[in-house]
């Protein structure tokens, strides 16, 4: 099915339209249309515009209301102070637009699709080989899980990458200590629990950096094998390959907990780019790009100082001929634009590492990999606080692992749907799964609520709370809706243009119209936020239209219910459309 225009769309064409008609001398101009508080929408755009022709704008906004067509579209305009223009919409065009997107038979709610779609690699959710998940990776994953699903549902072609953190140092040490200790990685019990992978995983880490800081010939020996990694010796290789796949049954495991899916074809860390290092090195060098400076490799920048007021470099090869993550993240820069053909890099990272992107992206600039048609962005978050405050901590001061703060949420939720099962019928399989639901959905929905760059304080309490800005409040309204239909015996939903609305009806309507162009505004200012934000706005209109809008009532004329449950029920698959593409799960019954 085609997409649907929104009303705003139209609107907006046809003010369009009459302002050219009534006034060519002005050229193509914008009316300004936004929502409004006294009417359905208000254009602004007459007044800049009578400035510029130097006329009366009460004037020209008259003889732009004359110009409009006649048609079902506008039930009245109101010139108001200065050359405003209040605009109130017929009901008609309000029900036959969101019947429009009722019928949409492909179920998207006739968003549309990009008139041009492009191709994004989203770089998100970075664990690391051989360590716990924790807390901080929390929001790299969430936000960028979000991003690839809205995005990829706007029509863009997008590429997932998990760049993870699996070369370096630490497994040369690791290594030397497997090949003097065999079979320290075999661990009790079941061979596919992430847990067990990890606990032994740490066993092993804590053993060998034990015996690294202790005994100089096994540190001298670690070192040697971490040249013999680089070079490719192929039973260090063999080796290495086994702390990756431990560490892959772990992550999945995490990642599963989080109802999140992570590919293995997705998963291209670091060590993915190992052939292209020397060759990203020499480029730079070649080209200038990159200079030598105390024996190693850096790129300078006027604009990156350090306190004493000397350039602080991007290293890009260190002076013992190692590596640094700069010439990684480069090698990964080529790959992405030269063998994925991306026209945008978007990097779901710490905003602390800021400094580091931007200098790294300058560098890909100076190098002509990133060219006029591709661009790089970092969607940086901010920090997971505790509610004191400070960055999310055990009481022992240790960091959170995610996994203990998901199994936690879990318990929080269960509980609170337990105190709702008995009203609603739960079975004690419903109350689980519904409870898991809940309160992974109350983690992402808090995070994803907030804007990306700003810190955010980790609640639980609040974050299963019935009432307020939380996942489990548009859960409830969606289950609420579910509720109604299952109610409604024969009556079935179906427009009725024909009918008058009351306010809340309209209120409903007009933000219901609005999800295909909050889509848009999402994808391409990647900010979730902003979709989290409208799906709460949505059910607050839905709150206010059960309070004065019943819609089971033997008081109705059957074609009101009709149209009262047609209004329901598209509420409930833009809600639960919205919360799919944030990754949250809406149950039927709750």
Not at 205 to 221: C, H, I, M, V, W
Not at 226 to 245: C, I, K, M, R
Not at 356 to 379: S, Y
Not at 504 to 528: C, I, M, W
Request: proline share 4%; hydrophobic share 40%; charged share 25%.
């Amino acid at each position: 099915m085609a997409s649907v225009p929104s009303l705003a769309s139209t609107l907006q064409q046809q003010l369009a339209d009459a302002l050219t008609a009534a006034l060519p001398e002005a050229g193509t101009a914008d009316p300004l249309l936004r929502r409004s508080d006294r009417a359905d929408f208000q254009a602004n755009g007459i007044l800049a515009l009578a400035k510029k022709l130097k006329g009366n704008p009460r004037e020209l906004a008259g003889q732009v209301t004359a110009a409009l067509p006649a048609g079902e579209l506008i039930e009245e305009i109101e010139v108001s102070g200065p050359g405003f223009l209040n605009i109130t919409l017929t009901d008609k065009a309000i029900v036959e637009t969101l019947a429009a997107r009722y019928a949409d038979a492909e179920g998207r709610l006739g968003v549309p699709l990009k008139a041009e779609a492009g191709t994004t690699v989203i770089d998100y959710a970075q664990p690391n080989v051989a360590k716990e998940m924790h807390v901080g990776h929390l929001r790299s994953a969430v936000i960028g899980d979000a991003m690839v699903k809205i995005m990829e549902f706007t029509g863009e072609n997008v590429v997932r990458r998990h760049h993870i953190g699996d070369w370096g140092t630490q497994f040369g040490m690791l290594i030397q200590y497997l090949i003097e200790h065999p079979g320290a990685l075999k661990h009790e019990g079941d061979a596919a629990d992430g847990e067990a992978a990890m606990s032994t995983l740490n066993r092993v880490y804590k053993a060998s950096r034990a015996l690294f800081d202790s005994d100089e010939g096994f540190k001298a020996r670690s070192r040697d094998r971490v040249v013999a990694l680089q070079a490719g010796d192929p039973e260090t290789l063999e080796l290495w390959q086994g702390f990756v796949d431990e560490s892959k049954i772990y992550f999945h495991s995490v990642f599963e907990k989080l109802d999140m899916e992570v590919r293995d074809p997705d998963i291209v860390g670091e060590s993915g780019y190992n052939d292209m290092l020397e060759e990203t090195c020499r480029i730079l060098e070649e080209t200038g790009v990159a200079v030598r400076s105390e024996g190693a490799l850096c790129v300078f920048f006027d604009d990156v100082k350090g306190p004493d007021g000397n350039q602080v470099p991007l290293i890009v090869k260190k002076t013992n001929g190692g590596y640094g993550y700069a010439a990684t993240d480069l090698s990964a820069i080529r790959n992405r634009v030269q063998d994925l053909k991306a026209d945008t890099l978007l990097y779901v990272v710490d905003a602390r590492q800021s400094l580091h992107f931007k200098m790294v992206f300058e560098t890909a600039r100076r190098a002509g990999w990133l060219g006029d048609g591709v661009k790089a962005v970092q969607l940086a978050f901010g920090t997971v606080l505790g509610k004191d405050g400070k960055p999310f901590k055990t009481r022992e001061g240790e960091t959170v692992r995610l996994e203990d703060l998901l199994d936690e949420a879990v318990q929080r939720a269960t509980s609170v749907v337990r105190e709702k099962a008995e009203k609603v019928g739960l079975s004690e399989d419903e109350i689980v799964e519904n409870g898991r639901y809940v309160g992974v959905g109350a983690v992402k929905y808090a995070d994803l609520s907030t804007s990306a760059v700003r810190d955010y304080k980790f609640d639980l309490d609040q974050m299963v709370s019935l009432n307020g800005d939380t996942s489990v409040y548009l859960q409830y309204a969606y289950a609420r809706i579910q509720s109604i239909l299952r109610k409604a015996g024969d009556a079935v939903p179906a427009a009725h243009p024909e009918l008058a609305l009351a306010p809340a009806e309209r209120a409903l309507g007009l933000h219901l119209d609005q999800f295909g162009e909050v889509l848009g505004e999402v994808a391409s200012g990647y900010e979730p936020h902003k979709l989290a934000a409208y799906l709460y706005q949505l059910a607050s209109h839905l709150t206010t239209f059960y309070d004065q809008c019943q819609v089971l009532s033997p008081d109705n004329a059957p074609e009101v219910v009709e149209n009262r449950l047609f209004l329901v029920d598209l509420t409930a698959r833009t809600l639960h459309q919205g919360m799919e593409l944030l990754g949250i799960r809406t149950p039927e019954r709750l």
